[in-house]
């Protein structure tokens, strides 16, 4: 056939209908390997912010916030925010709203947008949490995530993931 050559996303990838397959397996081993390491009974809605995590390391992993920089800074900033803004102002919807919304400027600021991130603030002032909420069930669920995205991608793909570490 002679025509143009159509680029397609690194196979299986983006709006890759038997990617989707791989996708899920390993987002669902990843996500459940976490779940299953984190004590979330001290925190259950940060599941939410991990799943969303997922879809975009799985889903979109040449997506800016799919790079280890934007997930594991966006989710440290996000969190932080959270306990500091509950730590000094207490709860409540304004403090939440300003809680994300200061996330979200940081984490523009230092080039580290994560959108599920933008939840750990409400996550973080609505149970109350203290600062090893920062370790568990922040930095270890993220670390689980990234570690299942790199061997995902990389051992099974056989795909450069990520495209910059930093």
Same mark, same amino acid.
């Given at each position: 056939m002679i025509g143009p050559t159509v680029k397609r996303p690194d196979p299986?990838?983006?709006?890759?209908?038997? &990617?989707?397959?791989?996708?899920?397996?390993?987002? /669902?081993?990843?996500?459940?390997? +976490? %779940?299953?390491?984190?004590?979330?009974?001290?925190a259950p809605l940060m599941l939410f912010s991990l799943g969303g995590s997922c879809v975009i390391?799985?889903?979109?992993?040449?997506?800016?916030m799919?790079?280890?920089?934007?997930?594991?800074?966006?989710?440290?900033?996000?969190?932080?925010t959270g306990l500091a803004f509950g730590q000094?102002? &207490?709860?409540?919807?304004?403090?939440?709203?300003? /809680?994300?919304?200061?996330?979200? +400027? %940081?984490?523009?600021?230092t080039e580290t947008v994560h959108s599920p991130a933008g939840a750990n603030p409400l996550i973080g002032i609505s149970a109350q949490s203290g600062w090893s909420f920062m370790v568990n069930p922040v930095a270890i669920g993220v670390a689980i995530l990234l570690i299942g995205a790199v061997v995902y991608h990389r051992g099974w793909l056989r795909r450069r993931y990520p495209k910059t570490w930093l």
């Amino acid at each position: 056939m002679i025509g143009p050559t159509v680029k397609r996303p690194d196979p299986p990838g983006e709006g890759d209908r038997h &990617g989707s397959l791989s996708a899920w397996v390993a987002s /669902a081993a990843t996500l459940g390997i +976490a %779940l299953a390491v984190l004590r979330l009974a001290e925190a259950p809605l940060m599941l939410f912010s991990l799943g969303g995590s997922c879809v975009i390391l799985f889903g979109m992993p040449s997506n800016a916030m799919a790079q280890p920089r934007s997930l594991v800074g966006g989710h440290l900033i996000g969190a932080a925010t959270g306990l500091a803004f509950g730590q000094v102002f &207490g709860d409540g919807l304004v403090v939440m709203s300003c /809680a994300v919304a200061t996330a979200l +400027a %940081l984490m523009m600021i230092t080039e580290t947008v994560h959108s599920p991130a933008g939840a750990n603030p409400l996550i973080g002032i609505s149970a109350q949490s203290g600062w090893s909420f920062m370790v568990n069930p922040v930095a270890i669920g993220v670390a689980i995530l990234l570690i299942g995205a790199v061997v995902y991608h990389r051992g099974w793909l056989r795909r450069r993931y990520p495209k910059t570490w930093l």
